[in-house]
Antibody, heavy 124, light 112 residues
C-alpha cells in the first residue's frame, strides 16, 4: 500500500536547522509531487511548499521562503525538508504528503496520502 | 492569496443527527475551462494526520462512507455528515488548490 514514513521527533535550539525525511513506498515516486505541511500546537494546517521528484521543481510558501529547502533522492524514494534559522514559532508537527499531478489548468495541489508527521520542537 | 474561511469553528451534534460545515473562499475556485471546483475536504482525527475525504468539491474518495457528502460551487461549499457516528469526531479542513493552496481554519466536530 502507499505509505510515507517520516523521520523521528527533533528538538532544536533557536537559530539551528532541522532536516526531516519522508520515505515513500507503494507507488512510483517520481510520478507524484510531495508537499510539506505543518501544524503548530492547537492550530490549523499551513502549507510550506511542494517539490516534484521528477525534475526537482519546487514552489515554496512566502512564509518560509528563504529559510526552507526541499529536495528528493529518487534512488531511495525519499523527500527531505530542511528549515533553517529556527524560531520558537516553528514548533509544530511537520507532515509530508503525496500530491497528485495537476493534470489541468489549476496551479495548485491537493494531497491524497499523508505521512504520520514529525514533531519539531524549538526551545532554548 | 485565496483566503478560505470555515464556519462554525466547532459544533456539537447528537449521534445520528446531521452535521453541516461551511467553507467560503475569497474568490471563486471554479475554473471555467473545465467547470471543476478546486476544493477538497480533509478529516483529521486527534493525534492523526489529515485524511482526504472529498476532492473536486463533491467526489468522495474510495472507502469514505456515503454519509459524507460535499456540495457547492464557486465560493461557497458545504461538507455534510448525514448521520453522525462516534468515529466522525474530528477536525475537518477545507483546502483550495486553484492557485497554489490554502487551508481553512478547521471545524471541530464533537458529540453532543
Amino acid at each position: 500500500q502507499v505509505q510515507l514514513v517520516q523521520s523521528g521527533a527533533e528538538v532544536k535550539k533557536p537559530g539551528a536547522s532541522v532536516r526531516v525525511s519522508c520515505k515513500a513506498s507503494g507507488y512510483t515516486f517520481n510520478t507524484y509531487g510531495i508537499s510539506w505541511v505543518r501544524q503548530a500546537p492547537g492550530q490549523g494546517l499551513e502549507w510550506m511548499g511542494w517539490i516534484s521528484p521528477y525534475n526537482g521543481d519546487t514552489e515554496y510558501a512566502q512564509n518560509v521562503q528563504g529559510r526552507v529547502t526541499m529536495t528528493t533522492d529518487t534512488s531511495t524514494s525519499t523527500a527531505y525538508m530542511e528549515l533553517r534559522s529556527l524560531r520558537s514559532d516553528d514548533t509544530a508537527v511537520y507532515y509530508c504528503a503525496r500530491a497528485p499531478p495537476r493534470g489541468g489548468p489549476g496551479r495548485g495541489w491537493y494531497m491524497d496520502v499523508w505521512g504520520k508527521g514529525t514533531t519539531v520542537t524549538v526551545s532554548s | 492569496d485565496i483566503v478560505m474561511t470555515q464556519s462554525p469553528d466547532s459544533l456539537a451534534v447528537s449521534l445520528g443527527e446531521r452535521a453541516t460545515i461551511n467553507c467560503k473562499s475569497s474568490q471563486s475556485v471554479l475554473h471555467s475551462s473545465n467547470n471543476k471546483n478546486y476544493l477538497v475536504w480533509y478529516q483529521q482525527k486527534p493525534g492523526q494526520p489529515p485524511k482526504l475525504l472529498i476532492s473536486w468539491a463533491s467526489t468522495r474518495e474510495s472507502g469514505v462512507p456515503d454519509r459524507f457528502s460535499g456540495s457547492g460551487s464557486g465560493t461557497d461549499f458545504t461538507l455534510t455528515i448525514s448521520s453522525l457516528q462516534a468515529e466522525d469526531v474530528a477536525v475537518y479542513h477545507c483546502q483550495q488548490h486553484l492557485e497554489s493552496l490554502t487551508f481553512g481554519g478547521g471545524t471541530k466536530v464533537e458529540i453532543k
